[in-house]
């Protein structure tokens, strides 16, 4: 499966941003999905999972109430709505195919190109 991410740009703090992932060459619904984001200087980091049925749904800490996960396998794009965004969300985020359970970058097995997020204070 091919993933591209998009729907990053520059936005002020307590803005709302919205990525999509869109998925190529095998049906979304096969895969458990996530967020994944990287900021200069740190490590990858998970920001959110969604089950392959889009029902059960994870958050790290530091973006729940804010974020919200979704798909539409009829699409076969996930998104990513980001609301209330700060300046420490600024990374490049990355959407990825990978076990739910699993909040590990290096578990995943697909990964999409990025999306750069700027969030000026």
């Known amino acids: 499966v091919q993933l591209q991410a998009s729907g990053g740009g520059l936005v002020q703090a307590g803005g709302s941003l919205r990525l999509s992932c869109a998925a190529s060459?095998?049906?979304?619904?096969?895969?458990?999905m996530s967020w994944f984001r990287q900021a200069p200087g740190k490590e990858r980091e998970f920001v959110a999972a969604?089950?392959?049925?889009?029902?059960?749904?994870r958050y790290a800490d530091s973006v729940k109430g804010r974020f919200a996960i979704s798909r539409d396998n009829g699409k076969n794009t996930m998104y990513l709505q980001m609301n209330s965004l700060k300046p420490e969300d600024t990374a490049v985020y990355y959407c990825?195919?990978?076990?739910?359970?699993?909040?590990?970058?290096?578990?995943?097995?697909?990964w999409g190109k990025g999306t750069q997020v700027t969030v000026s204070s």
């Open positions: 990825s195919t990978g076990p739910y359970g699993s909040t590990e970058w290096s578990r995943m097995d697909y």
């Open positions: 060459g095998r049906p979304l619904w096969n895969y458990d």
């Open positions: 969604n089950s392959r049925s889009g029902i059960a749904k």
